[in-house]
C-alpha cells in the first residue's frame, strides 16, 4: 500500500545509518531500497516530517518524503479494472511536460526520499519519460517506475532507459500465454512485453549496470492464477530480478460484483476477506497516511493530495502557477486534512478507497528473488 518509512521501530534502528552514513534501507512493495548520500534538508525533513504521523496536523510539519508523478493520464490498453479505462477518461488526455516536472523537482526534490512515477496512464507513452528519471535522480531520489510493457522499445530507447539510472521497473506480465494474458491487458501483446524485457536485460548487461532492477509483476486474478507456476518460470528464463505477486486491485466505484467475478480462488492472493461464503468484504481498520507523507503531480500539472483524487476536485493548485511547497502548505490542503481527520470516508476518494479493509499490507503478496540480490 504504502511506503513503510514512518514506523517508529522501524525507524529507530536506522538512525545511525541515515545521519552519519547518510543512507537509508526500505522496503516498498517487497522490494529493497537504499538511498545514499542522503542531503541534510533530506535527512532533517524524514524526521520533521515524520512527527505527522502522530499529531496529523491540518499544517504538515516538513515537506513530503514520498512523490507520485503522472507522466501520462492515457493508456494503450484497456484494463476492465483499471480507472484509466473508466473513471479517469473524463479529464482532459494529457501529457506532462518536462518543464512542469522540473519545476516541481526543483520545488520539493530537496526533500523527496522517493519518487513513484505513474499513476493512471501508461508511463511509457511519455517521450520524456528517460529525461524526467536522470533529472530526478540528479537530486538523489529513488525512482521507480511501472509498465504495460506494450510500447515497443528500440535499441535506442532501452540504452536511455538503462542510461536514466532509473532504480526499478515493474513489468506487467499477468499471464504466460497470449490467451490468458489478454483476457485483462486488453489489445496487449505478450511478444511485445517479452521482447522489451529481454532487449532491457540485455543493454543492461552490455553496459554492466545494476539497474533498472526488473520486476515481473503478475496480478493474481480468477481466470490466471493457474498460470503462475508457468509464469514464474517464464521469469526465470527471461532473467529478471524479482517476480512479485500482487493482490487485485478492484475499486467499487468501477462497477458491483467485482469481487465475485476477479478475486482469486486462493485465500492467499486475495486482498480481502469476505464474509462467509459471500464476497462482502470484512472491515478492517485502516489508517492512511498519504496526505501527510505523499504529494501527486497529475500530467495536467494539478498538485493534488492522493492519485486516487482522478477527477481532482481536491487540486492544490497547478504546477505552472504555484510551487509544489505552497501547495503542500496551501489552505485547501489544510481544509483537505481537516475534512479528513473528520472522517475520510466523506470523500469520494476515500470512501470506496481500495486500501480499506485490506488484509495485504504492501498490496504485493509473495516476492521470489529470480537474481541475486545486489
Ligand atoms: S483514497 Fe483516501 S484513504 Fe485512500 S489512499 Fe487516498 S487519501 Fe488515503
Known amino acids: 500500500m504504502s511506503i513503510v518509512i514512518f514506523k517508529m521501530k522501524d525507524v529507530l534502528p536506522k538512525i545511525f545509518n541515515l545521519l552519519i552514513k547518510r543512507q537509508f534501507d526500505f522496503e516498498f512493495e517487497l522490494l529493497p531500497y537504499r538511498a545514499q548520500e542522503i542531503g541534510f534538508r533530506k535527512a532533517a525533513n524524514f524526521f520533521v516530517a515524520g512527527l505527522n504521523q502522530y499529531l496529523q496536523p ?59 512515477l505513474w499513476d493512471w496512464g501508461e508511463p511509457f507513452l511519455n517521450p520524456d519519460l528517460c529525461r524526467m528519471i536522470a533529472y530526478a ?6 525512482v521507480h517506475t511501472s509498465t504495460n510493457g506494450n510500447v515497443p522499445l528500440d535499441d535506442a530507447q532501452a540504452e536511455a532507459l538503462v542510461d536514466s539510472g532509473l532504480d526499478s521497473l515493474v513489468v506487467a506480465v499477468d499471464g504466460a500465454t497470449q490467451k490468458t494474458y489478454e483476457q485483462y491487458r486488453q489489445g496487449g501483446r505478450l511478444d511485445v512485453v517479452l521482447s522489451n524485457i529481454r532487449k532491457i536485460i540485455r543493454i543492461r548487461e552490455s553496459k554492466r549496470s545494476g539497474v533498472p532492477v526488473i520486476n515481473m509483476r503478475f496480478v493474481v486474478m480468477r481466470h490466471n492464477e493457474s498460470e503462475i507456476p508457468l509464469a514464474r518460470e517464464l521469469a526465470k528464463n527471461l532473467g529478471v530480478d524479482y517476480f512479485t505477486l ?11 460484483e467485482l469481487d465475485e467475478i476477479y478475486a482469486p480462488e486462493e485465500v492467499h492472493y486475495r486482498r480481502y476477506e469476505y464474509d462467509g461464503n459471500s464476497f462482502e468484504r470484512k472491515q478492517k481498520r485502516f489508517v492512511c497516511m498519504r496526505p501527510w507523507k505523499r504529494i501527486t503531480l497529475e500530467a495536467s500539472g494539478e498538485v493534488i493530495p492522493c492519485e486516487y483524487d482522478y477527477l481532482n476536485r481536491y487540486s492544490l493548485g497547478n504546477i505552472a502557477e504555484r510551487s509544489a511547497l505552497d501547495a503542500w502548505k496551501s489552505a485547501k490542503g489544510k481544509d483537505f486534512r481537516k475534512a479528513f481527520n473528520l472522517g475520510h470516508n466523506d470523500f469520494y476518494l476515500c470512501r470506496d478507497c481500495t486500501y480499506k479493509n485490506s488484509v495485504v499490507g504492501d498490496c504485493v503478496v509473495e516476492r521470489q528473488v529470480m537474481r541475486n540480490e545486489k
Open 58 to 116: 491540518e499544517r504538515p510539519f516538513g515537506y513530503p518524503v514520498i512523490a507520485q508523478v503522472e507522466p501520462v493520464n492515457y493508456c494503450n490498453l484497456q484494463c476492465p479494472l483499471c480507472l484509466t479505462s473508466s473513471m479517469t477518461k473524463s479529464r482532459k488526455p494529457a501529457l506532462l511536460s518536462f518543464d512542469k516536472f522540473q519545476k516541481f523537482i526543483d520545488d520539493c526534490g530537496d526533500y523527496l526520499l522517493h519518487l513513484i
Open 137 to 142: 535522480k540528479s537530486k538523489g531520489i529513488i
Open 246 to 256: 500482487k493482490t487485485v486491485d478492484m475499486n467499487p466505484q468501477t462497477g458491483v
